[in-house]
């Protein structure tokens, strides 16, 4: 049985939670769910730009998990751009 997730600080909720190339419908499109945990690590790493151990701190998780978040996000959305998804990103409220 595995250990239950630890709960993660999340500064802020996104603005809009969807994503999606224009002039396409959404009946067109496969959707990559990102948890909310998957968008907070890109937006400390990535668009914040401190180190992991700083952002780690910031989430209360390890550094290991901040990189294995990190990494799955990135993965998520980077499929998302390259195979022309939607991406949906589940805050705490949607229970994802």
Known sequence: MPRPCKKRRIKENPKFNYFKPAWIPNSKLEQI???????????????????????ADKMEISPSTFNRILKSARYKISKALIETKSIKIYSKKDNA
Do not use: M, P
Not at 42 to 54: A, E, H, S
């Open 33 to 55: 769910d990102l948890k909310i945990d998957e968008y907070e690590a890109v937006r400390l790493y990535d668009y914040i730009g401190l180190d992991t151990k700083q952002w």
